[in-house]
């Protein structure tokens, strides 16, 4: 079963975000990576163009549920851990920055995330622009 996107907690907010990522091909290229990792992804695709500076992960993972793309990339939202005690749980097994990676590509990249859920039949994009206005919309497949 999924995990939702949720709010975490401002102290385990500020705990994830102490390890924000840094703006440069290979660490965004990497976090994408290990999102796709940590959505059980069996096969992960990666195209990179230096030229135009842009960056292609695509997956088989779970997906992201409709009801939580409104969440997606936003800071201190993630469906990964609740509490600043989650981290310390011996368990707790995740490669990426625990849903603060996209929210930190998003600060300084144009950034576009399309996903299905395996729950569901549709797909959803949501596009973020370097003004930060996210917008939303339905892909049909």
Do not use: W
């Not at 290229?29 to 992804?41: K, R, S």
């Not at 195209?47 to 409709?66: C, F, K, P």
């Not at 990339?73 to 996209?102: I, V």
């Amino acid at each position: 079963m999924e995990r939702r996107i949720e709010k975490i907690s401002e102290e385990a907010r500020q705990r994830v975000r102490g390890g924000s990522i840094a703006p440069d091909v290979g660490s965004i290229l990497l976090q994408l990576v290990y999102n796709a990792i940590d959505a059980n992804a069996s096969t992960v695709a990666m195209r990179v163009d230096l030229e135009n500076m842009l960056i292609q992960v695509t997956d088989d993972g779970h997906g992201i549920l409709s009801a939580d793309m409104h969440n997606v990339a936003k800071s201190g939202y993630t469906s990964r851990l609740r509490e600043k005690n989650d981290l310390d749980r011996l368990d707790f097994q995740y490669f990426g920055f625990r849903g603060e990676s996209l929210s930190s590509i998003s600060e300084f990249c144009e950034l576009e995330i399309t996903s299905r859920s395996k729950q569901e039949q549709e797909s959803f994009r949501k596009v973020f622009d370097l003004i930060f206005l996210p917008v939303s919309i339905l892909i049909m497949f």
